[in-house]
């Protein structure tokens, strides 16, 4: 359904304002054979809580960003290839609700849809757009994934330790393998993880064992299949986490408003397709419940 798309006006038209929503802060999305399925707003879970971001799902990409001006301009705009991801439904959890993990070489994180129907449709488009293309380019899929860090709310004493506790001086650290909350001199040493990046990155103590025997052992996985457009980011693993800062905080505790859901662009029968700047328009209409981002 998704190929009838491929040389549409209608197709080409939503590239062209995803490209002007991001502006010069954006790169070029407009690629032959690439079609737009379906964008929305998706609650992800940052580092110290969760923020609103405006998710857009191409046939090969999944790209989010930040969102300055709903629906008119974005920026942080972050590029992931789908052959990278890998979901796995969450379980809902008190506030944190619809919610799934998108999994990926260099970063994963938890992104929660509005309502149970809006989640569904996110991971059954991102999981048939993945199941495609792989099929399709013969692109494998990745076969390491980078931990899911533990919010920094959830953690006031060291995870490794278990005696450090948090202040404003003794800081919280992530270890790049386990995701866990650590202190200083519980992530003193670094390990070389090239799916995050070409330098070594800061590891809790345990997994600097663990990892450190396994490559003695030549099991150390390395596995990552060197793509040109990868260098960017793993150089730059680091700093994907910059964007977690609170310096826009206004669109949190933005009301959610009907013209929020999520919509998915050629996803009714083929048949009724006919005019495709028409009918292919159709809205997953759902009642949408409003979200409370307040929470933690
Ligand atoms: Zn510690
Ligand atoms: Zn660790």
């Given at each position: ?7 549409s006006?209608?197709n080409a038209?939503r590239i062209?304002?995803?490209e002007?929503?991001f502006g ?13 399925v379906g964008?929305?707003?998706l609650t992800?879970?940052?580092r ?10 191409f046939?090969d990409?999944?790209?989010y960003?930040?969102i300055?001006?709903?629906k ?7 590029v992931i290839p ?12 008190g506030?944190?609700?619809?919610g ?5 070489t260099?970063k994963s994180?938890a992104?929660?849809a509005?309502?149970s ?7 059954a488009h991102?999981?048939?757009?993945i199941?495609?293309l792989l099929r399709k380019s013969g692109?494998?899929?990745a076969?390491?994934y ?6 920094d709310s959830e953690a006031q004493?060291?995870m490794?330790c278990?005696k450090n506790?948090?202040t404003?001086?003794?800081r919280?650290h ?8 650590v202190c200083?001199p519980c992530s003193?040493?670094?390990f070389?993880?090239?799916n995050?990046?070409?330098k070594p ?14 490559k003695l052992?030549?099991n150390?996985?390395t ?8 260098k ?13 800062s ?9 009301a959610y408003q009907?013209?929020?859901k ?11 397709i ?5 009918t292919?328009?159709?809205t997953i ?7 409370d981002h307040?929470?933690?």
């Amino acid at each position: 359904m998704v190929d009838r798309l491929v040389n549409s006006e209608a197709n080409a038209r939503r590239i062209s304002m995803v490209e002007n929503c991001f502006g010069s802060s954006g790169q070029p999305l407009a690629v032959p054979g690439r079609v737009l399925v379906g964008e929305g707003v998706l609650t992800k879970m940052c580092r110290k809580k969760p923020k609103a971001r405006q998710f857009f799902l191409f046939n090969d990409i999944l790209v989010y960003g930040n969102i300055i001006i709903n629906k008119k301009k974005y920026n942080k705009q972050h590029v992931i290839p789908l052959e990278e991801i890998k979901l796995e439904s969450l379980e809902d959890e008190g506030q944190l609700r619809n919610g799934w993990l998108i999994r990926t070489t260099s970063k994963s994180f938890a992104v929660y849809a509005a309502t149970s129907t809006e989640k569904q449709e996110w991971m059954a488009h991102i999981n048939k757009c993945i199941e495609d293309l792989l099929r399709k380019s013969g692109k494998k899929a990745a076969e390491v994934y980078a931990a899911v860090w533990v919010p920094d709310s959830e953690a006031q004493i060291c995870m490794h330790c278990k005696k450090n506790q948090f202040t404003v001086l003794n800081r919280r650290h992530h270890c790049r393998n386990c995701g866990e909350v650590v202190c200083g001199p519980c992530s003193n040493k670094k390990f070389l993880l090239p799916n995050q990046s070409s330098k070594p990155v800061r590891v809790c103590l345990n997994c600097f064992d663990t990892l450190s025997k396994a490559k003695l052992q030549n099991n150390f996985q390395t596995s990552l299949t060197t793509r040109p457009d990868s260098k960017d980011r793993t150089g730059s693993a680091d700093s994907s986490w910059e964007e977690d800062s609170d310096e826009d905080e206004d669109n949190l505790n933005r009301a959610y408003q009907e013209a929020d859901k999520s919509k998915f662009y050629g996803s009714t029968n083929a048949g009724v397709i006919e005019d495709a700047d028409v009918t292919e328009e159709t809205t997953i209409s759902i009642d949408q419940k409003k979200i409370d981002h307040k929470g933690h």
